[in-house]
């Protein structure tokens, strides 16, 4: 397993901002991450894979 991501990797991966990250959890949606202690971190593999099952006909 690789580094974990933090909130601001995945956010500069999926080219949104920070706090839609965040608000996305408030609604359960996004890629799945995990707190260590209190910080978000997420494994790169689960955000890839997450990323790859959105619908692609959504415009």
Partial sequence: MGKLWTVEDVAEYLGIPVNTLYDWRTRNYG?????????????AEDVV?????????AA
């Fill in 49 to 57: 894979a997450w990323f790859e099952s959105l619908d692609t006909d």
């Fill in 31 to 43: 890629p799945p991450a995990r707190r260590v202690g209190k910080y978000l971190r997420y494994r």
